[in-house]
Every structure is written in structure tokens, then in C-alpha cells.
């Protein structure tokens, strides 16, 4: 089992900045490729960055590039998002996923992990 506890996210204007972090526990939190998802009321969970167990590889959504940073302490079993240049599109539930012993690749695909941190809302608006 791994559990996933996540902070961060809250009120901010167009064009500010926000960090999430997401703390990994559990016997099987090693080797973890991790993910960041949005979600808006209704509809399903989108991709919005994915970091490899070692860190070496990442993704981001096309609309995410130059924007968002993804990156890991894996001493610290926790993942990072730094989300800068916001917009009100980025509104939203943020949740970040976990899939233990993982190939070291940056997974994009929310059915290919296996654990969710309980969520953590980012609201863009000025």
C-alpha cells in the first residue's frame, strides 16, 4: 500500500504562482512513477505532468510546456509540481498518482497508476 498526502494549491490571481507537493509512504512508495491530474466537476481526470521513479524522464501537456515544472526529492518521497504563469483554465482538483515499482518512464495515462492522493484545489481569478 502506498498513500499519498498532498499540500499546497489555494486562491490565486491570472498570471501568479502556485506549488503542490505530494508525500509518498508506505513499504512499496520506492521506485514510483509519479503523476499530476486535474480535474473539473464533471469531467474526467486530465494529464498535467508525470516524473520517472529517478527523475530522468518527464512529461507535461502540450498546454503546460514552459509553465509547470515537475520534479521529485526521492529522499524525501515526495513530488513536486511548480505551476507558474497561471491561468483560469487551470482551475481545478489537482491529484497526484503513484504506480510502485514502475520501468523508468513518465506515465501519462491516469488507468496506469495505481494510487491518489486525496486531491487539492487550485483556483485561478483575479
Known amino acids: 500500500q502506498v498513500q499519498l498526502v498532498q499540500s499546497g494549491g489555494g486562491l490565486v490571481q491570472p498570471g501568479g504562482s502556485l506549488r503542490l507537493s505530494c508525500t509518498a509512504s508506505g513499504h512499496t512508495a520506492s521506485r514510483a512513477a509519479m503523476g499530476w491530474f486535474r480535474q473539473v466537476s464533471g469531467l474526467e481526470r486530465e494529464f498535467v505532468a508525470s516524473?520517472?521513479?529517478?527523475?530522468?524522464?518527464?512529461g507535461y501537456k502540450d498546454s503546460n510546456k514552459g509553465r509547470f515544472t515537475i520534479s521529485r526529492d526521492n529522499a524525501k518521497n515526495t513530488v513536486y509540481l511548480q505551476m507558474n504563469s497561471l491561468k483560469p483554465e487551470d482551475t481545478g482538483l489537482y491529484y497526484c498518482?503513484?504506480?510502485?515499482?514502475?520501468?523508468?518512464?513518465?506515465?501519462?495515462?491516469?488507468?496506469?497508476?495505481?494510487?491518489w492522493g486525496q486531491g487539492t484545489q487550485v483556483t485561478v481569478s483575479s
Open positions: 498518482a503513484a504506480k510502485p515499482f514502475s520501468s523508468d518512464i513518465a506515465i501519462t495515462g491516469p488507468d496506469e497508476y495505481d494510487y
Open positions: 516524473i520517472s521513479w529517478s527523475g530522468a524522464g518527464t
